[in-house]
């Protein structure tokens, strides 16, 4: 089998891979976001129930990434080791999120509990299968490390899109949806929305895999370094650096999971209104603009026009979410009349979000070089393994507080599910459950972050300035360890 030869890569070429990653995350976001109140607040399972489900869907991860890592590692295909498990992972993942969010609404609570376990468990299993190899892919058709840098920069910006759409259209959707094929009620709308919703979300995910798998030429001597749990761990309790970045990324991840999971009940049972969805879509599709403009112009304005070190920007970033939840706390305790007033603390709130995004990424590539300069080993494969689990591990952990919070306050007991869509839910709800939903999606995140904070100033040492010392002395050992070998 001979090798192709080096060409650049193709415009197409790169806009189809980004476009697989925006698909790939409005799926990973409609499940992460929705799935907990899909099943908990419209089907009626036990909060907890659902918070224990997907907290051990997370755990389970960390063995099923590695797995499959080993599984396309070792696959030889006429089509390449990674393009197959990529539209296998897809059309199934497609098939079982559709079926996730068409669970018959006449099953008991039992019956209903277990479908949501297994439904979420399978899809975790199925988006790995096509998560894995769509990361690890890059090498495989890329040549330089420019271009490779430039893709993944690209790749993870389209990612923050499809999850900026998930979050501006969900539920307008939803209701649009539900009405149009027959819902009389907000339950039914809502049942009958997510259904046809997640249809429509499964085949543009397909569409868009399909484009990157057609667009996309593996290298036949592609490799791929299989990664095992234990080395993982291993890996990153010797690199002191991917350690911190890796627990910033929990906590950070943590608290803003916490908020997205619950602020769909903050504007159904607090907020409230006849038309509370439609201002829930607005505050969101601000905040999902918010998200876009502050990874594609706030960050880089910082970086590269006013010069900020990455450092900084992460502490103002972290900065202005925590101001973004102490004014949105304190909004809660006045009449909030008007959703507008929300998006102020919405801007900070976002706009951190788009900046972390970015950060955490550039943060956890720098640890790489770290940990050459440090072990003489380079353990990217590694950290970038951890990074996925890292974050499905902070989506469960978050899930599993907003269940806590749910199961608590008694929330969605106290409404009517089969009302008219006209009720008002907020009137059904007692003032001390909207408090603590306040204060869960508020106060519990500001600590997150502050522990972050702290965390992060006293362990990161990688300074833009130290960042190009290190660099500079991998070069010279990478050229040393090349001349041992040679």
Excluded: H
């Excluded at 790169?14 to 499940?31: E, I, P």
């Excluded at 910006?157 to 149009?180: F, H, R």
């Amino acid at each position: 089998m001979k090798n192709n030869t080096k060409t650049k890569l193709s415009g197409f070429a790169k806009f189809s891979y980004a476009l697989a990653a925006v698909g790939k995350d409005m799926v990973y976001m409609l499940s992460a976001t929705y799935v907990l109140y899909y099943f908990q607040d419209i089907l009626g399972v036990s909060a907890i129930a659902m918070g224990t489900i997907l907290l051990v869907a997370r755990f389970f991860d960390a063995f099923n990434d590695p797995i499959m890592g080993v599984v396309v590692a070792k696959t030889k295909t006429r089509w390449g080791k990674f393009r197959p498990w990529l539209l296998i992972g897809t059309l199934t993942n497609a098939a079982i999120l559709f079926l996730m969010f068409s669970a018959p609404p006449e099953m008991d609570t039992a019956g209903l509990t277990a479908y949501a376990a297994i439904a979420y468990i399978l899809w975790g299993v199925t988006y790995t299968m096509m998560d894995i190899p769509y990361w690890s892919m890059i090498p495989a058709f890329t040549e330089s490390g420019k271009e490779r840098e430039g893709l993944t920069t690209l790749a993870r910006s389209a990612a923050g899109v499809g999850t900026a759409i998930i979050t501006i259209c969900t539920m307008m959707a939803v209701q649009a949806l539900g009405k149009m094929f027959g819902g009389t009620n907000s339950k039914e709308i809502e049942i009958i929305g997510f259904r046809w919703f997640a249809l429509a979300v499964a085949v543009l995910f397909i569409i868009f895999t399909i484009m990157a798998c057609v667009s996309i030429k593996e290298k036949s001597t592609a490799k791929m370094e299989s990664v095992s749990v234990g080395r993982m761990f291993k890996a990153l309790f010797q690199n002191d650096q991917a350690l911190t970045v890796v627990v910033a990324i929990v906590l950070i991840n943590t608290a803003i999971y916490i908020t997205s999971n619950l602020v769909i009940y903050f504007f159904k049972y607090d907020f409230g209104g006849t038309n509370w969805f439609g201002d829930y879509s607005l505050f969101n599709a601000f905040g999902g603009g918010i998200q876009i403009l502050a990874m594609m112009a706030f960050y880089p304005i910082m970086r590269n026009v006013i010069k900020l070190s990455n450092t900084k920007i992460f502490y103002i970033g972290l900065g202005a979410a925590m101001a973004g939840y102490a004014v949105l706390l304190g909004l809660t305790f006045t009449s909030m009349g008007n959703v507008f007033i929300l998006f102020v603390p919405a801007f900070f709130i976002f706009a951190s979000c788009g900046i972390m995004n970015v950060l955490t990424t550039v943060f956890l590539a720098n640890t790489v070089d770290y940990g050459y300069f440090k072990l003489r080993r380079s353990d990217e494969s590694v950290i970038f393994s951890m990074q996925t689990f890292v974050v499905k591990l902070a989506s469960g952990v978050a899930a599993f507080a907003a269940s806590i919070c749910l199961q608590i306050n008694n929330l969605s007991d106290a409404a009517t599910t089969e009302a008219d869509q006209t009720v008002d839910f907020s009137q059904a709800v007692a003032d001390g459950s909207k408090i603590g939903l306040r204060m869960t999606m508020t106060v519990i995140p500001i600590i997150g972050l502050l522990i972050a904070v702290f965390w992060f100033r006293k362990k990161f040492i990688l300074t833009d300035k130290k960042v190009a010392e290190i660099s500079e002395q991998v070069k010279i050992l990478k050229a040393e360890d090349g001349d041992k070998e040679a």
